[in-house]
């Protein structure tokens, strides 16, 4: 089965394609679609829509945020934005004198063809750490420290990640629901 996915993140198409069983095979289109100011799942929700309506083919977004809990859930679904803006430096420097850093990843995986529109979520619980760390990864991967675990996500490399992984959660579930419809 062939299914397309809609990112830019050439990141995110390698830690998929490592998930990926041999009978999914994963095409990447670089789209970019309009990203509404709303939370993770409506934004995942209205943009497999809008990609949709453009492809007509099956194919899936995947749209994820870093929540630190003293900071109200910050960033959030603003998670892109905020790392473009002030990136690690800034999300420690927020967190300078805070003692409660912990913190989740959020992934959500927004799948549509011509008769489904399926989203499926995977959380991972941890920490902000007090430096960043590492060389792996992308993003908040230096400073997120997952539960279970003294290491970063960007001390980790791939396959150590994805023992942890927000997006291995979510992928798993629309790996099984793939098998489950013998889509």
């Not at 998930?19 to 209205?46: C, F, G, H, M, S």
Request: charged fraction near 30%; hydrophobic fraction near 30%.
């Amino acid at each position: 089965m062939k299914i397309t996915f809609v990112t830019s993140n050439i990141d995110k198409v390698k830690e998929i394609n490592q998930l990926v069983n041999d009978d999914i095979k994963i095409t990447q289109k670089n789209i970019d679609y309009p990203e509404i100011q709303a939370n993770i799942e409506k934004v995942a929700r209205k943009g497999v829509n809008w990609c949709y309506e453009k492809l007509t083919e099956p194919l899936f977004i995947e749209d994820s945020g870093l929540f630190i809990k003293s900071l109200n859930n910050f960033p959030g679904p603003f998670s892109s934005y905020v790392f473009d803006k002030i990136g690690n430096k800034g999300i420690l420097d927020l967190l300078a004198n805070e003692e409660n850093r912990s913190a989740y990843f959020l992934s959500i995986i927004a799948y549509k063809d011509k008769n489904h529109l399926k989203l499926f979520k995977g959380k991972t619980e941890g920490e902000i750490g007090k430096e960043r760390r590492g060389k792996h990864g992308f993003g908040y991967d230096p400073v997120f420290i997952p539960k279970s675990s003294n290491k970063t996500f960007g001390e980790m490399d791939r396959e150590e990640k994805n023992n942890y992984s927000h997006r291995k959660k979510a992928f798993k579930k629309f790996s099984k629901f793939l098998s489950s419809k013998n889509i």
